[in-house]
Protein backbone atom coordinates (compact mmCIF):
# COMPACT_ATOMS: atom_id res chain seq x y z
CA UNK A 1 0.00 0.00 0.00
CA UNK A 2 1.23 3.17 -0.93
CA UNK A 3 1.23 6.13 2.14
CA UNK A 4 -0.58 8.91 1.48
CA UNK A 5 0.05 11.58 -0.56
CA UNK A 6 2.06 9.91 -2.62
CA UNK A 7 4.55 8.27 -0.14
CA UNK A 8 5.87 11.24 1.19
CA UNK A 9 3.09 11.07 4.94
CA UNK A 10 3.69 8.39 7.13
CA UNK A 11 -0.27 7.54 8.50
CA UNK A 12 0.44 6.16 11.79
CA UNK A 13 -2.68 4.79 13.69
CA UNK A 14 -2.03 5.22 17.63
CA UNK A 15 -3.49 1.61 18.92
CA UNK A 16 -2.66 -0.47 22.22
CA UNK A 17 -2.22 -3.05 19.47
CA UNK A 18 0.45 -1.61 17.66
CA UNK A 19 4.08 -1.85 17.86
CA UNK A 20 5.64 -0.41 21.08
CA UNK A 21 6.89 3.09 20.74
CA UNK A 22 10.72 3.44 21.84
CA UNK A 23 13.70 5.84 21.10
CA UNK A 24 14.56 3.71 18.27
CA UNK A 25 11.16 4.70 16.52
CA UNK A 26 11.29 8.06 17.66
CA UNK A 27 14.68 8.65 15.54
CA UNK A 28 13.44 6.42 12.71
CA UNK A 29 10.19 8.92 12.42
CA UNK A 30 12.38 12.12 13.06
CA UNK A 31 14.04 10.66 9.45
CA UNK A 32 10.86 11.37 7.87
CA UNK A 33 9.43 14.12 6.00
CA UNK A 34 5.67 14.51 7.11
CA UNK A 35 3.70 12.28 9.58
CA UNK A 36 0.44 11.66 10.15
CA UNK A 37 -0.91 11.09 13.31
CA UNK A 38 -4.42 9.94 14.24
CA UNK A 39 -5.93 8.58 17.71
CA UNK A 40 -9.19 7.94 18.52
CA UNK A 41 -11.29 7.99 21.53
CA UNK A 42 -12.88 5.61 23.78
CA UNK A 43 -13.57 2.37 21.41
CA UNK A 44 -10.90 3.70 18.91
CA UNK A 45 -11.58 3.44 14.79
CA UNK A 46 -13.47 2.18 12.42
CA UNK A 47 -11.54 -0.75 10.97
CA UNK A 48 -11.17 0.44 7.33
CA UNK A 49 -9.02 3.25 8.90
CA UNK A 50 -6.88 0.27 10.04
CA UNK A 51 -6.83 -1.26 7.14
CA UNK A 52 -6.51 1.54 4.24
CA UNK A 53 -5.31 4.32 5.88
CA UNK A 54 -2.27 3.74 7.86
CA UNK A 55 0.94 2.76 7.12
CA UNK A 56 1.55 1.68 11.12
CA UNK A 57 0.51 1.39 14.02
CA UNK A 58 2.25 2.58 17.40
CA UNK A 59 1.50 2.12 21.27
CA UNK A 60 3.42 3.95 23.67
CA UNK A 61 2.59 1.14 26.31
CA UNK A 62 0.36 -1.58 27.61
CA UNK A 63 -2.37 0.42 28.55
CA UNK A 64 -5.60 2.00 27.49
CA UNK A 65 -6.37 5.78 27.11
CA UNK A 66 -9.78 7.48 26.75
CA UNK A 67 -8.32 9.33 24.56
CA UNK A 68 -5.53 8.86 22.15
CA UNK A 69 -4.25 12.15 21.43
CA UNK A 70 -2.01 12.24 25.24
CA UNK A 71 0.00 9.12 22.99
CA UNK A 72 -0.12 11.27 19.81
CA UNK A 73 1.51 14.43 22.45
CA UNK A 74 4.26 12.17 23.69
CA UNK A 75 5.29 10.57 20.22
CA UNK A 76 5.13 14.73 19.10
CA UNK A 77 7.71 15.26 21.94
CA UNK A 78 9.90 12.69 21.78
CA UNK A 79 10.33 12.84 17.79
CA UNK A 80 10.50 16.60 17.77
CA UNK A 81 13.20 16.92 19.64
CA UNK A 82 15.60 14.88 17.55
CA UNK A 83 15.24 17.29 14.45
CA UNK A 84 18.19 19.94 14.10
CA UNK A 85 17.81 22.79 15.69
CA UNK A 86 15.13 22.33 18.64
CA UNK A 87 17.50 21.65 21.28
CA UNK A 88 20.14 24.12 21.98
CA UNK A 89 22.49 21.37 21.45
CA UNK A 90 22.41 18.81 19.33
CA UNK A 91 24.81 16.78 21.58
CA UNK A 92 22.17 16.83 24.12
CA UNK A 93 19.71 14.02 22.57
CA UNK A 94 22.91 12.03 21.62
CA UNK A 95 23.27 11.65 25.49
CA UNK A 96 19.49 11.12 26.70
CA UNK A 97 18.30 7.99 28.03
CA UNK A 98 17.86 5.44 26.09
CA UNK A 99 20.25 7.09 23.37
CA UNK A 100 23.28 4.61 23.36
CA UNK A 101 20.82 1.34 25.19
CA UNK A 102 21.55 2.84 29.02
CA UNK A 103 19.85 5.05 31.00
CA UNK A 104 21.26 8.73 31.24
CA UNK A 105 23.94 9.32 34.35
CA UNK A 106 22.92 11.32 37.47
CA UNK A 107 22.55 15.06 36.41
CA UNK A 108 24.29 17.44 39.41
CA UNK A 109 23.74 21.18 39.30
CA UNK A 110 25.21 24.29 41.68
CA UNK A 111 25.47 24.50 44.30
CA UNK A 112 28.46 22.23 45.07
CA UNK A 113 27.17 20.85 47.96
CA UNK A 114 23.30 21.86 49.22
CA UNK A 115 21.56 20.20 52.49
CA UNK A 116 24.93 17.86 53.38
CA UNK A 117 25.05 16.61 50.10
CA UNK A 118 28.01 17.50 47.82
CA UNK A 119 28.73 16.67 43.97
CA UNK A 120 30.75 13.41 43.21
CA UNK A 121 34.50 14.92 43.39
CA UNK A 122 35.26 13.98 39.95
CA UNK A 123 32.46 16.09 38.18
CA UNK A 124 34.47 19.10 40.07
CA UNK A 125 37.92 17.92 38.91
CA UNK A 126 37.94 19.25 35.45
CA UNK A 127 39.39 16.28 33.70
CA UNK A 128 36.64 15.48 30.83
CA UNK A 129 38.41 11.71 30.14
CA UNK A 130 37.35 11.06 33.72
CA UNK A 131 34.07 12.81 34.08
CA UNK A 132 33.44 10.60 30.56
CA UNK A 133 34.50 7.35 32.63
CA UNK A 134 32.18 8.70 35.60
CA UNK A 135 29.53 8.55 33.54
CA UNK A 136 29.81 5.82 31.16
CA UNK A 137 30.09 4.09 34.67
CA UNK A 138 27.03 5.97 36.02
CA UNK A 139 24.90 4.93 33.08
CA UNK A 140 25.52 0.99 33.66
CA UNK A 141 25.15 0.97 36.86
CA UNK A 142 22.06 2.74 36.71
CA UNK A 143 20.24 0.69 34.21
CA UNK A 144 21.79 -2.29 35.51
CA UNK A 145 19.67 -1.39 39.09
CA UNK A 146 16.25 0.19 37.22
CA UNK A 147 15.89 -1.23 33.98
CA UNK A 148 18.69 -4.41 33.59
CA UNK A 149 15.90 -5.34 30.49
CA UNK A 150 17.92 -2.63 28.59
CA UNK A 151 21.12 -4.71 28.93
Same mark, same amino acid.
Given at each position: ????????? *??? !???????? $????????????? /?? !? &???? /???? $? %?? @???? *??? %??? &??????? &????? @??????????????? =????????? @?? %?? $?????????????????? =?????????????? *????? @??? *??RQR??????? &? !?
Amino acid at each position: MESLAGGKT *QVI !LMSPSGRA $FNQAVARELAERE /HL !L &LISG /HYEG $F %DE @RVRE *QLA %DDE &LSIGDYV &LTNGS @RAVVVIIDAVTRLLP =GVLGDEESA @RQ %DS $FSDGLLEHPQYTRPAEFR =GMAVPEVLLSGNHA *QIARW @RAD *QARQRTQERRPD &L !L
